[in-house]
């Protein structure tokens, strides 16, 4: 079993519909949570970053971590085709200098006219 | 500022031949990490470098090796390269007391 299960879709979504991104871990020991957005061969770009459970919100990105069920969601309001791309989680079980990050597999959305 | 930059950007190889990939971190950042990306799968931790030593390990075998220098850029060296060894290998950095990790554009490793 891996560490961090992702659905990997691909999930496609009418422009403006919300958007429910989610990943599921197995290590108690994670505390720290990432969503990072990959447009086709391209780096990983940093969304949304959050330290235990709660909720977190920038814009049209809600992040939402639920520790007791180790469970994460990412949730995109008025989708638009621009956020078409692939969506990782990332997690880390500590800060500072040995903080490697556990991603899951990525779920590709596209969001269409 | 300028974000994490990595060359080349993309690397054409033969099975057994060995490269050296290269990573600067943002402006400010000590600490740099490589993660090796394969199509369709994400990224998988492989080194973490901070302030010039090694600060933790992937499960990669010892073909796979890194170094910092002084001014915290990074190289990632592969040797006797497996056809498996294709993927995008990524750099990320960190700044200190930050957990958030920014990454670069990778290079694109292709082994024929």
């Known amino acids: 079993q891996k560490e961090v299960e992702q659905d990997p879709g691909p999930l496609s979504v009418p422009e403006g519909a919300i958007v429910s991104l989610n990943c599921t871990y197995s290590n108690s020991a994670f505390q720290y949570f990432m969503w990072y957005r990959q447009y086709s061969r391209k780096g990983p770009e940093l969304l949304m970053y959050t330290y235990s459970s709660g909720n977190k919100e920038d814009g049209r990105f809600t992040a939402q971590v639920d520790k007791s069920s180790k469970y994460i969601s990412l949730f995109i309001r008025d989708s638009q085709p621009s956020d078409s791309a692939t969506y990782l989680c990332?997690?880390?079980?500590?800060?500072?200098?040995?903080?490697?990050?556990?991603f899951g597999t990525g779920t590709r959305l596209q969001v269409t006219l | 500022d300028a974000g994490v930059t990595q060359s080349p950007t993309h690397l054409i190889k033969t099975r057994g031949q060995h490269v050296t990939l290269r990573c600067s971190p943002i402006?400010?950042?000590?600490?740099v990490s490589w993660y090796q990306q394969v199509l369709g799968q994400g990224p998988q931790f492989i080194f973490q470098y901070y302030e010039k030593e090694e600060r933790g390990r992937g499960n990669f075998p010892d073909r796979f090796s890194a170094r910092q220098f002084p001014n915290y850029s990074s190289e990632l060296n592969v040797n006797a390269l497996l056809l498996g060894d294709s993927a995008l290998y990524l750099c990320a950095s960190r700044g200190s007391g930050y957990n958030e990790q920014f990454f670069g554009p990778g290079t694109r490793l292709t082994v024929l």
């Open positions: 990332a997690m880390s079980d500590r800060t500072g200098t040995a903080s490697k990050l556990t």
């Open positions: 402006s400010g950042h000590k600490s």
